[in-house]
């Protein structure tokens, strides 16, 4: 009844974190390109993370669940992995500057191209859902790859690009 | 804050459930361990803490930087009254005066400023913020309430407060992240040990409080064990019970709680934990948070933030009784006797 691999993993991950207080897992290695070296490398694109990705993180999207940012915000995340900009006082989103570090630091916890992964679209998916929620401090924000917001996540990592964005 | 409608059971304690992942507060009545009231509307709740008549119920949240005084009948705000920053952990003082707070972060950047602040229960106004280097977790009282202690992950220490000066009295370094931690009195109700979790220790540290030393650092055993680590640490959630009887510490390597009689320590046994099922794979450990007790020292309450559930113990017999479903990733608990 015991998973003697993922276990294994989280806790070798876990040591790494601790002095952090959060939690990482190490099969969600990050980086920053995927798949052979002949395959053509994944872009993530920074207006789509911008426009459809960042709101996410400061939206109310239930009832029942607190938003991204109360606990991902720099100050209440001690340091951890996906630690977002303070937003100034009286803002409601973030500046240019804030959202490019935003990008950054986000990016950081992603597989370009590779959803299953990618630490930002599990950790927030419900275990039920193939995700790792059950070990997220801010529980299942996700029920369901169906979710809209998700979706959204998934089509940033998959490398979907906005509208207003110069080709590349 | 809305209060959610309520038939009134003749209990005469009541278990408050902060689910920190959501925005409720579940209140379980003990003699039916079913959910009998749900308080909504609180972003990321930290922790309930009770005046001592039950009138009050003191709440700090993860998203402002507040202490909501709430009368708890009504559910009525009483104030809002400004911390010093992102509150963790409280504790009141048993003749009810004093309120404290670990403040975890009382700055904007990453690596965390902590402080004690002390609330004056009459006049609902801070009357002293005690900094320390870094953000403070959890905080326990003396029986006489004369101490409290608290615990910081990120600057690895205990800070013991001296509550009559309102001062530092004395700290004690480790070399690891303090995280709950809970003090055992003696009879006159002055401090004898602290028990505290540390974040890379299966096990606990044992303080002696006159020696202001770590004395022993007590490992769990080590079956059952495979179910990594949770988050946060490796081992969460201590109690004593009311009767000063059994001391009950959670490891998540090992998805138990495990339960010590006192004062010699003997392991006395566990009790396993609720797991996560995940599709297709072997389940996980559901990740105990923090316990509880009633106050006749029966039941125990262990939240396991994974499982969204509570699990209710019987103390003699160490079987779980039954498990509750409560709210989005349930962590700090705590029991209101009722008058």
Known sequence: MISKVLPAIIFAAFVVAAAVVLCVYAPFATAQTSGSPDAPKTQLDYEFFKTRVEPIFLKKRSEDHARCYVCHQVSRHGGGPLSLELLSPGASFWTEEQSRHNFEVVSKLVVPGDPSLSLFLRMPLAPEAGGLADTHQGGRQFASEDDPDWKNMKAWVLGQKAESSSPQ | ?339
Not at chain 2, 77 to 90: M, Q, Y
Not at chain 2, 191 to 204: P, S, Y
Not at chain 2, 217 to 238: A, L, Q, T
């Open chain 2, 1 to 339: 804050m809305l209060f959610a409608a309520v038939p009134l059971a003749a209990a005469t304690a009541r278990i408050y459930v902060t689910n920190r992942g959501g925005t409720t507060i579940d209140v379980i009545d003990p003699a039916t361990n079913k959910v009998v009231e749900v308080i909504k509307g609180i972003e990321s709740p930290e922790v309930v803490r009770f005046s001592p008549d039950a009138s009050r119920l003191y709440i700090a949240s993860r998203s402002v930087d507040v202490l909501d005084v709430v009368d708890r009948k009504s559910g009525k705000h009483i104030k809002k009254v400004p911390l010093s920053g992102w509150a963790n952990d409280a504790a009141v003082t048993g003749d009810g005066k004093l309120i404290l707070i670990c403040i975890r972060n009382t700055g904007t950047e990453a690596t965390d400023a902590g402080a004690l602040d002390i609330i004056d229960a009459k006049s609902l106004e801070k009357v002293k913020s005690i900094p320390v280097k870094r953000g403070l977790h959890d905080v326990a009282l003396t029986g006489d309430g004369k101490y409290a202690a608290a615990g910081s992950p990120g600057g690895q220490f205990i800070t013991v407060f001296d509550l009559q000066s309102m001062e530092i009295a004395w700290e004690v370094q480790y070399d690891q992240g303090v995280l709950p931690l809970i003090i055992e009195s003696n009879p006159d109700g002055s401090g004898h040990r602290i028990f505290a979790e540390l974040n890379r220790t299966n096990g606990f540290s044992v303080v002696d409080f006159a020696t202001h030393k770590e004395v022993d650092r007590i490992k769990f055993p080590d079956e059952p064990k495979g179910f990594g680590p949770g988050c946060e640490g490796i081992s969460h959630g201590i109690g004593i019970a009311p009767d000063n009887k059994t001391l009950w510490a959670n490891s998540r390597p090992a998805n138990s709680v495990f339960v010590y009689s006192l004062p010699d320590l003997k392991l006395l046994g566990h009790v396993s934990l609720p797991e996560t099922p995940v599709p297709g794979k072997a389940p996980r450990g559901g990740g105990p948070a923090w316990i509880t007790f009633t106050p006749d020292s029966k039941t125990v309450y262990v939240s396991t933030c994974g499982t969204k559930s509570v699990s209710a113990i019987d103390v003699n017999t160490m079987k779980e009784l039954t498990r509750i479903p409560v709210g989005e990733m349930p962590d700090r608990i705590s029991t209101l006797v009722l008058p």
